[in-house]
């Protein structure tokens, strides 16, 4: 992913960066590696718990963070040179809306980044880990929570054909060469289903989301698991 970062960023000069649904900082950071240049980040999310571990990051103390809800971006319009958001766009009860919003506040010419990941995998072990999510989803949903199965990759794209942008770039990443049976990997992804299903123990349907996690882990022993494909956008508002 690192490498497809560069190649989509590197020539870039950010300006005034504006990184929506930040969570921890992770991809600010991210930003700040692979711009060319940028003046200032300034990274927003409606988590104060997640505000406060970015703001505790010794690594991302040069950047501004805000609480600030995507679907009401309280910024003028044209504000930001680039606008990015990462990952997150399934987390967003409106990400359609949301894309607006952050239209509205990107100045013409401006730069619109999102990585997101999505459903359209490749091969078996990739799908492992769709499903995965998507079983995660189902149980922050059941919770009260918006977490949305992670989208097909044609409907992110068709989201992203109805703005008015020009010079845009797909980039896609597909790991399918990763030891699908890697067990650090492997281990990871196991105290992942682990910990969520500690959380689905409060949820009514908790037999149906534990018979869920059963099945997951004999595919995830059987068949593996790769990490879910991403899709990099990079586009220039007209």
């Known amino acids: 992913m690192s490498d497809i970062l560069t190649q989509a960023l590197s020539k870039l000069d950010g300006g005034l960066v504006l990184d929506v649904a930040t969570g921890e900082g992770g991809f600010a950071g991210l930003l700040a590696?692979?711009?060319?240049?940028y003046e200032r980040i300034v990274g927003i999310d409606t988590s104060t718990h997640a505000l406060l571990a970015a703001l505790d990051n010794p690594d991302l103390r040069e950047h501004t963070f805000a609480r600030i809800d995507a679907e009401r971006l309280a910024?003028?319009?044209a504000a930001f040179d680039t606008i990015a958001v990462s990952f997150s766009l399934h987390h967003l009860k409106h990400?359609?809306?949301v894309l607006i919003e952050m239209m509205r506040i990107l100045r013409p010419g401006g730069?619109?980044?999102i990585a997101e990941m999505h459903a359209s995998a490749r091969t078996v072990?990739?799908?492992?880990a769709v499903q995965i999510h998507q079983w995660a989803a189902s149980v922050d949903t059941a919770l009260g929570l918006t977490h949305s199965p992670t989208f097909p990759r044609q409907r992110f794209v068709d989201w992203i054909e109805?703005?008015?942008l020009d010079d845009v770039e797909f980039h896609d990443w597909y790991d399918s060469g990763a030891n699908p049976f890697d067990s650090q990997f492997t281990t990871q992804v196991q105290g992942y289903v682990n910990d969520y299903l500690e959380r689905a123990s409060e949820a009514s349907d908790y037999p149906l989301l534990a018979r869920k996690a059963a099945a997951l882990?004999?595919?995830l022993r059987a068949e593996g698991?790769?990490?879910?494909?991403i899709l990099l956008l990079v586009a220039r508002k007209r």
Not at 125 to 128: E, G
Not at 225 to 229: A, D, L, S, T, Y
């Open 33 to 37: 590696a692979h711009l060319q240049s």
């Open 75 to 77: 910024f003028p319009d």
């Open 95 to 97: 990400p359609a809306r």
């Open 111 to 113: 730069r619109l980044i």
């Open 125 to 128: 072990p990739q799908r492992t």
């Open 162 to 164: 109805a703005l008015p």
């Open 217 to 219: 882990r004999e595919r």
């Open 225 to 229: 698991i790769q990490p879910e494909p």
